[in-house]
């Protein structure tokens, strides 16, 4: 692989020219890492809701022509100034938010927000010298969150890149990198639900399914799964849930429904929607003392969480979490090893696989719901 190091490599990527339209497959150049860069051979990549959202771009200013695409896992193919902990031929997963290891939220053991890397939907360029690494024909393309892996090759920031067990097989660990990671860890590292207890998980798509998997590994005895659509309970209990609750059942509050379930209410809920009705019965379904609230649903901008003072000063608590609390290269090499010594199971997330050149589809599954993670094969 060395062969390209110092060379714009030129290779195919699925570039989203404008909102809303279908991806093309096109021949990009990518130029060779900067500074504290490395530049990525993607070898599987599947397909976030995230991604389908900004290429959507009812919500929010997105920047086009742009190459999307976050979650995946590939091999160095070669290193900018500066890296140290890289080198070529190394396996890894990129990482849509960072850890600099220097800033105040990397040194602390509380947080992993870093004030550097942390993810920027609006950036389009690389922080070095705000530039994109993509172009067609001298025409610059626009990254996306700083990964952009819908591109046989793409340059990343070193501090967005986790080195992982070269043994374990990137078509199933590529979902790591974001959605199964940031459900898992919110029951794991934030809700903390002990052998025994209870808990609630609030939306059962693939994000919710990775926090019933935290709740299933860590012990939890009764697992409740809540969403609107019915069609989902069967998938679900695979994934250790082990009862369910369709709010459009009943004429009354979920959370009211819940706690006479539970006899005054759950040990712990992860609610994985981002609707604030959700959000709002997701705290309050937990029981008064010792219960423990987290979110981990995006709300729309204008949302408004309200809940009487009296629930907090009962003794519940609420937390948010982003990405699981997992920092990106201290962590997940660390969820993977759970995946190889069989702990965690990832196998049951791929429901579709699909090569690169029907990418397409992948976003046409998404939206009509389909599935939960559909694996993207880069046709090397």
């Not at 969150?145 to 967005?160: K, L, P």
């Not at 987290?294 to 009296?310: I, Q, S």
């Amino acid at each position: 692989m060395s062969t390209t190091a110092g060379q714009v490599i030129h290779c195919k990527a699925a570039v989203a020219w404008e909102a809303g339209k279908p991806l093309v497959i096109e021949e990009v150049e990518v130029a060779p890492p900067q500074k504290m860069e490395v530049r990525l051979k993607i070898l599987y990549t599947s397909l976030c809701h995230t991604d389908v959202y900004f290429w959507e771009a009812k919500a929010q200013n997105s920047v086009f022509p742009r190459i999307l695409g976050h979650e995946a896992a590939g091999i160095v193919e070669s290193v900018g100034e500066g890296v140290t902990e890289l080198a070529p031929g190394d396996h890894v997963l990129p990482v849509f938010t960072g850890e600099c290891k220097n800033c105040a939220h990397c040194k602390s053991e509380e947080s992993n927000m870093c004030s550097l890397l942390r993810i920027n939907t609006d950036r389009g360029v690389m922080i070095h010298d705000d530039q994109s690494r993509f172009s067609i024909n001298g025409q610059p393309i626009y990254h996306f969150v700083g990964t952009s892996t819908f591109s046989e090759y793409t340059v990343v920031h070193v501090g967005c890149v986790a080195k992982i067990n070269p043994l374990a097989p990137l078509d199933k660990v590529c979902v790591l990198s974001c959605g199964i990671s940031t459900g898992l860890g919110a029951t794991l590292n934030v809700a903390k639900p002990t052998k025994g207890s209870s808990v609630a998980v609030f939306g059962l798509g693939a994000v919710g399914l990775a926090a019933a998997e935290g709740a299933r590994i860590a012990g939890a005895s009764r697992i409740i799964g809540v969403d609107l659509n019915a069609s989902r309970f069967e998938l679900a209990k695979k994934f250790g849930v082990t009862e369910f609750v369709n709010p459009k059942d009943y004429n009354k509050p979920v959370q009211e429904v819940i706690a006479e379930m539970t006899d005054g209410g759950v040990d712990r809920s992860v609610e994985c929607t981002g609707h604030i009705d959700a959000m709002i019965s997701a705290f309050e379904c937990v029981h008064d003392g010792w219960g423990v609230a987290v979110l981990v649903g995006v709300p729309h901008k204008e949302a408004v969480f309200k809940t009487h003072p009296m629930n907090l000063l009962n003794e519940r608590t609420l937390k948010g979490t982003f990405f699981g609390n997992y920092k990106p290269r201290s962590d997940l090499p660390s969820v993977v090893e759970k995946y190889m010594n069989k702990e965690l199971e990832l196998d049951k997330f791929i429901t579709h696989q699909l090569p690169f050149s029907e990418i397409n589809k992948a976003f046409d599954l998404m939206l009509k719901g389909e599935g939960l993670r559909c694996i993207i094969y880069m046709d090397h």
